[in-house]
């Protein structure tokens, strides 16, 4: 696809606002559609179609692509691309207004809010997303009442580092990821593989979700864990006791019980003492 030439013809400029880098690197398409392991089966949710690059290529591997565009401008270029993927569901819209369960379980029947979802549907992920919405995007899908069974986006190589990082430079991302599923950083993309070129390197990442959550009370869990990194650069348990209402001595000693020292900091600590830590902390 030469994305300078569709640009042109359809009289159209990458927007800054929307954070519009599109991937113009076919072997990278490639790679990262390899990474997602697709069969004809597979339902994929793509977010920010752009100009059907990616979409393109799911659309040989996977059985049904439900591609979302929030750039209105973007879609008879998209139309056009794309008109001779039959099994391919365009949707213009803001997918962080929209609920993933209604969107793949519609298919290939066209999105509609008012449609009951398929409840046991197994769907991927696959998306070049734009680098300002990373996080928003992916806590909107890992929190979905339907959740993907995988995940395979582009993102800015520095949130990748942040999303797989381990105990000691863990983050509320990181933590929040990892809940959810098994993170992989699979490999490094070149600024020049996109038009416009970023300023930043960006990386793919791929998420594996677990069957099902490490703790059941995942409100409770993501409390106390946001209590923690609100003021990471204290010890544990003075961290906690501020955004808790409790005293310093109380959380200390509950920490103690689940084996935490309560002088560690906040990144510091795994998924799994982090769930010791919730249920001493609300149980």
């Known amino acids: 696809m030469n994305v300078r030439r569709l640009l042109e013809r359809w009289d159209l400029r990458p927007s800054k606002r929307l954070g519009q880098n599109f991937l113009v690197n076919e072997a990278a398409i490639i790679k990262i559609v390899a990474a997602a392991e697709l069969t ?7 977010v920010g179609a752009g100009l059907g690059a990616l979409t393109e290529r799911l659309a040989r591997e996977a ?23 039959d099994n391919v569901t365009l949707i213009q819209g803001d997918v962080l207004a929209l609920d993933p369960a209604a ?4 298919q290939p029947f066209g999105y509609a809010q008012d449609k009951p979802p398929v409840s046991n549907l197994q769907y991927k992920v696959v998306a070049n997303l734009p680098y300002y ?14 959740k993907p069974v995988r995940v395979v986006v582009t993102v800015q190589r520095e949130v990748a580092q942040r999303i797989v990082a381990q105990p000691g430079q863990m983050s509320l991302l990181a933590v929040s990821v990892q809940f959810y599923g098994r993170p992989q950083l699979l490999f490094r993309i ?48 003075n961290g906690l006791a501020a955004c808790l209402g409790r005293s310093p ?12 020292d309560p002088r560690r900091r906040a990144q ?11 249920r001493v902390m609300t149980g």
Not at 139 to 144: Q, V
């Open 249 to 260: 001595d109380d959380v200390a000693a509950k920490l103690r019980e689940v084996g935490v």
């Open 40 to 46: 004809p089966a597979d339902v994929v949710l793509e």
């Open 190 to 237: 070149k600024p020049g593989s996109f038009y416009p070129s970023p300023g930043v390197e960006s990386a793919v990442v791929r998420i594996d979700l677990h069957a099902r959550p490490p703790v059941q009370d995942t409100d409770a869990f993501f409390r106390v864990v946001r209590a923690g990194f609100a003021q990471r650069r204290k010890q544990l348990h």
């Open 103 to 106: 969107l793949v379980s519609t």
């Open 63 to 85: 059985g049904h692509v439900v591609a979302v565009e929030l750039d209105q401008r973007l879609m008879p270029a998209l139309r056009d691309v794309l008109a001779g993927c």
């Open 133 to 146: 919405i990373t996080s928003a995007v992916l806590r909107h899908l890992l929190e979905a009442r339907l």
């Open 268 to 278: 510091t600590l795994s998924i799994e003492e982090w769930g010791a830590v919730a």
